[in-house]
């Protein structure tokens, strides 16, 4: 059974850093493609960052880009959301979502596309 469990959260003043992981097990991480989303409540899981299985290139949302990276270890099964410049608007409940093979960029960005989910850590940015 594949599981995925998100640490890193926290709370951060305005222009902090932190840097979240999703530990993957029960499958070949090497395999999986690998995004973020964020939750504010009430709301749908808004994409972050992905990054897709056998390839370097990464996708980020407009808001984030530039402040904030996505990366895997396959060695350690991890990926990393590291999360620069943070802003009161980045505040919510940060998923990673796994999915086995490589979709093609258009569905990186749609939550559907996922069939692994980690239970979220909050991230709270805040003067």
């Known amino acids: 059974q594949v599981q995925l469990e998100e640490s890193g959260g926290g709370l951060v003043h305005p222009g902090g850093s932190l840097r979240l992981s999703c530990v993957a097990s029960?499958?070949?991480?090497?395999?999986?493609?690998m995004a973020w989303f964020r939750q504010v409540s009430g709301k749908e899981p808004a994409f972050v960052a992905a990054?897709?299985?056998?390839?370097?290139?990464?996708y980020a949302a407009d808001s984030v880009r530039g402040r904030f990276t996505v990366s895997r270890d396959n060695d350690k099964n991890t990926g990393y959301l590291q999360m620069n410049n943070l802003k009161e608007e980045d505040t919510a409940v940060y998923y990673c979502?796994?999915?086995?093979?490589?979709?093609?960029?258009?569905?990186?960005?749609?939550?559907?596309?996922?069939?692994?989910w980690g239970q979220g850590t909050q991230v709270t940015v805040s003067a």
């Open positions: 979502a796994a999915v086995t093979g490589r979709p093609i960029s258009s569905l990186l960005r749609a939550a559907s596309t996922y069939d692994y």
């Open positions: 029960g499958v070949t991480f090497s395999t999986l493609s």
């Open positions: 990054i897709r299985y056998g390839a370097s290139t990464t």
